[in-house]
């Protein structure tokens, strides 16, 4: 999920400090369609539990979601 969040992103690489420097931003659509397309992947039983799973993801790399 990383890699299509840094992709969706255009970013190189996460934060080193992800609770301090954002380097980028998604929207709630393009998370929604990474967790559609990794859903075999997770270990999430519905597409919300992989939509927060990615968000999380977002959120440690220092990628800001946006409605």
Do not use: F, W
């Not at 969040?5 to 709630?28: F, I, M, Y």
């Not at 659509?29 to 799973?53: C, E, F, G, W, Y």
Request: glycine letters at 8%; a positive charge.
């Amino acid at each position: 999920a990383s890699v299509l969040l840094k992709r969706a992103a255009a970013v190189a690489k996460g934060s080193g400090t992800p609770n301090k420097d954002k380097v980028g931003k998604v929207t709630e659509k393009q998370v929604s369609d990474i967790a559609k397309q990794k859903m075999p992947d997770l270990n999430a039983a519905s597409l919300d539990a992989a939509i927060r799973s990615v968000k999380g993801t977002a959120r440690s790399m220092g990628i800001e979601v946006v409605a």
